[in-house]
């Protein structure tokens, strides 16, 4: 499958990601007449004040992440834009660079300018690279005994990159999908960042008991990274849309039979997916058959050639 030359589909009544980009970059907080503070669910156990602080207090999204964006949703992008959003940055040039050098390409050694790396792996492929790393880095370091940012990273990427394959196959906008995907999680960081030692007892939790992280935070926090999520992506302008498929990418209403599937359920799948293909000693066959990717309409050899395709991208993704 070819990323780099794929258009993505326009989905009616799906959000307009190139308008997403347009506000982000202007600003506004969230959704009209919603403050930051008041969409934020109320907690037992966690204190609402500092949470408040801590969103309300989150930076920008960088430069790069809002070109990324702009490009992800535009089949017309120009190659200059993308070009010049990495050359500003010269920690994102070398990871763009070291991604064109990859063995999987077999160039190592030969890629030596931005301007090559676009033209020999693909505007897609770059922007989602560009969006990726540029959203890593504006996360920042964690001081949260139990919570190991480069497994969260790996999952979020991996999801991602699922995503944006699944969307392909249900015709959905792949770079919308993407963004979710790297979004999706969003809201684990913020609990980790405003209370680290109720983040580690939810994290032993779910792993002393086999609960679900969103389940062992509801039951300590009185509150979901899922919801929190939802929230910061209104306090980064983007559309009710994304908030909504963030908040429900655990509890997603199955799609009616012939309708088209929403972006909660995609990013579910995605979800899950990716938990099923980051584990030590995964049960592909075991994961291969769980009935919930009928509603893809894919048989067996279709879907193990996409996971496939997946672990090869997380691989090459991981490097960059």
Wanted: charge should be negative.
């Amino acid at each position: 499958m070819d990323l780099s030359t794929h258009g993505a589909a326009t989905t009616p009544g799906a959000p307009d990601a190139g308008a997403t980009a347009e506000r982000i970059r202007h600003g506004g907080a969230g959704e009209p007449g919603v403050s930051v503070v008041e969409a934020i669910p109320p907690a037992r156990l966690l204190e609402p004040a500092a949470w408040a602080r801590c969103i309300v207090s989150l930076p920008s999204l960088p430069s790069a992440f809002i070109a990324a964006v702009e490009l992800l949703s535009n089949d017309d992008a120009s190659t200059a834009s993308c070009i010049a959003a990495i050359e500003r940055d010269q920690a994102l040039t070398v990871r763009v660079l070291r991604l064109a050098n990859s063995p999987f390409y077999g160039a190592q050694g030969q890629v030596s300018r931005i301007g090559d790396a676009v033209q020999m792996l693909g505007l897609r492929t770059v922007a989602s690279a560009l969006a990726a790393v540029s959203l890593r880095t504006a996360l920042g370091s964690l001081r949260c005994k139990e919570f190991c940012f480069t497994s969260y990273w790996r999952h979020t990427l991996c999801t991602a990159i699922a995503a944006r394959e699944l969307a392909q196959v249900a015709s959905l906008d792949a770079g919308e999908a993407f963004l979710l995907g790297l979004l999706h999680d969003v809201g684990k960081v913020i609990l980790a960042m405003t209370s680290p030692e109720l983040e580690s007892q939810a994290l032993q939790l779910a792993r002393s008991e086999g609960m679900a992280m969103h389940d062992a935070e509801q039951q300590l926090f009185g509150v979901t990274h899922a919801e929190v999520g939802a929230v910061v992506a209104r306090q980064w302008n983007f559309p009710a849309s994304f908030a909504e498929a963030i908040a429900d990418h655990h509890r997603p209403v199955a799609a009616p039979p012939g309708k088209r599937l929403s972006f909660p359920l995609l990013i579910h799948l995605a979800n899950q997916m990716a938990h099923g293909l980051e584990e030590p000693c995964a049960d592909m066959e075991a994961l291969l058959k769980d009935p919930m990717w009928s509603v893809l309409g894919r048989g067996e050899q279709d879907m193990r050639a996409l996971m496939a395709h997946i672990t090869d991208e997380l691989h090459i993704m991981s490097g960059a």
